[in-house]
Nanobody, 121 residues
Framework: VQVVESGGGLGQPGGSLRLSCAASGFTFSSAGMTWFRQAPGKERELVAG????????NYADSVKGRFTISRDNAKNTVYLQMNSLKPDDTAVYYC???????????????WGKGTLVTVSS
């Protein structure tokens, strides 16, 4: 049972990067998925979230109009398309799955280990 982020790296100011989060071991189509980020010396913050069917999304004000979250339930993957990158977007980006664990009879949050995004010229 895991989620694994990929796609981080060095981005140019004004450029684009796309992050992916691949899920396994649980029913992905039943899970709400969320991207968070944590910049050096700062608390982790929510970036964008998407409902289990992709019908509802939400974004932090700081990324609205620049970032787009999407998911492909056939591929058990959620994406974060990041455009018009700014140096302030530099952070470790984490993927979180929230779902009902029928084995434990409780809601469960599953976090990835993160992927580093650095925005610099």
């Amino acid at each position: 049972v895991q989620v694994v982020e990929s796609g981080g790296g060095l981005g140019q100011p004004g450029g684009s990067l796309r992050l992916s989060c691949a899920a396994s071991g649980f029913t992905f189509s039943s899970a709400g998925m969320t991207w968070f980020r944590q910049a050096p010396g700062k608390e982790r913050e929510l970036v964008a979230g998407i409902s289990n069917d992709g019908g509802s999304t939400n974004y932090a004000d700081s990324v609205k109009g620049r970032f787009t979250i999407s998911r492909d339930n056939a591929k058990n993957t959620v994406y974060l398309q990041m455009n018009s990158l700014k140096p302030d977007d530099t952070a470790v980006y984490y993927c979180r799955a929230r779902f009902y664990d029928s084995a434990r009879l409780m809601a469960r949050d599953l976090w990835g280990k993160g992927t580093l995004v650095t925005v610099s010229s």
